[in-house]
């Protein structure tokens, strides 16, 4: 209620000494001066508008085949049938912003994606603590318009780095304090982009850093393991008959090493749609490879955390940053 108030005193400042201006200009008298440094200090107090990018650019989308363009709105808002991939920059206000950077990845079990609570809401979450904030609508596993729809995601995913990475100086990032979060399926994504940094799967001619420098995992889907996955992930990526190649290749759990990032996991023990096994075991593997890693499980939450108010899981990853250095500058 603070934030809102203040933003609407701050509005109401700037339509007044834009109003004085402007009525100034239509009577010919000079009128107030008002000072371009106070001008530019307020608007410093205002994030940038929300830009949308394609997210290679001009460029072919790799692994893509010629399909039509069938992306539409499911259930609850969701985004279904992507296969265009963009990426939304919301960048913080000048006065706040200390940066760091972090990656977004909707859940969605790789058939939609979780637009509305897990992307822009999000976004405007980190971006008012003075993170850049970057939520990719990534291709969803689709064999009609991918020539290998196992890879698609973690493809997007890449390119989503290389995007913050080789923009970071005009943004003034930090490209050594750009993280990842993913909600669900989107966290099986981050913890594959975490795991599989050492091999671009997508073209990367001037050898931009692929690897997170930090993870946050909400209710992440991890291993492909058939007794322990969440199934209509897995089948959505892989098929329903993948080869012990795909299922081993894409069990994160099973590809961590010492140079894996360090993570906040968080996880509802009643989840009954991914089970907390599964973060219990991308615990296991980080802290065994000696990766520093956090873990919070809450007792009562459902999948999505439904059953907890936003602030409470939200408040636990602004002071994780914080202790680690990513929120300040020059600190890594």
């Known amino acids: 209620m603070k934030n809102r108030m203040r933003t609407l005193c701050l509005v109401f400042l700037i339509s007044m000494l834009s109003f004085s201006t402007i009525r100034a200009?239509?009577?010919?008298?000079?009128?107030?001066?008002?000072?371009?440094?106070?001008?530019a200090r307020i608007r410093s107090w205002f994030p940038p508008e929300t830009q949308t990018f394609p997210l290679y650019g001009d460029d072919r989308v790799p692994n893509s085949k010629p399909a039509p363009d069938e992306e539409g709105t499911g259930p609850m808002g969701s985004l279904v049938k992507v296969s265009r991939p963009q990426i939304l920059a919301f960048l913080p206000a000048a006065a706040k912003a200390n940066g760091a950077s972090i990656v977004i990845f909707p859940g969605g079990g790789y058939v939609g994606l979780t637009w509305n609570t897990e992307g822009p809401a999000v976004a405007q979450f980190?971006?008012?603590?003075?993170?850049?904030?970057?939520?990719?609508?990534?291709r969803l596993p689709n064999d009609a318009s991918m020539e290998d729809k196992s890879i698609g995601p973690l493809q997007d995913a890449q390119q989503a780095m290389r995007f913050v990475r080789k923009r970071a100086k005009e943004w003034n990032l930090d490209p050594a304090r750009v993280g990842i979060i993913g909600?669900?399926?989107?966290?099986?994504?981050?913890?594959?982009l975490a795991t599989h940094f050492d091999k671009a799967y997508v073209p990367d001619p001037d050898h931009?850093?692929?690897?997170?420098d930090f993870m946050i995992l909400v209710y992440p889907v991890i291993t492909m393991d058939p007794k322990?996955?969440?199934m209509g992930s897995r089948n959505a990526l892989l098929g329903k008959?993948?080869?012990?190649?795909?299922?081993?290749?894409f069990s994160n759990e099973l590809q961590v090493t010492r140079a894996t990032p360090p993570a906040l996991i968080l996880h509802a023990a009643d989840d009954g749609l991914v089970d907390v096994d599964n973060s219990i075991l991308f615990f296991d593997a980080l802290r065994h490879a000696k990766v520093p890693v956090e873990m919070s499980i809450f007792e009562k939450g459902e999948h999505g955390f439904t059953l907890i108010p936003r602030d409470r899981w939200e408040s636990l990853i602004v002071p994780w940053l914080e202790r680690n250095g990513w929120m300040n500058k020059g600190a890594n």
């Open 126 to 138: 980190f971006q008012d603590h003075g993170i850049a904030a970057f939520v990719v609508k990534y």
């Open 241 to 249: 008959d993948p080869t012990d190649d795909q299922v081993r290749l």
């Open 25 to 39: 200009q239509q009577t010919g008298s000079s009128g107030p001066q008002i000072d371009p440094t106070i001008m």
């Open 183 to 192: 909600f669900s399926a989107g966290g099986h994504l981050a913890s594959t």
């Open 228 to 230: 322990l996955t969440h």
């Open 208 to 212: 931009v850093n692929l690897r997170p």
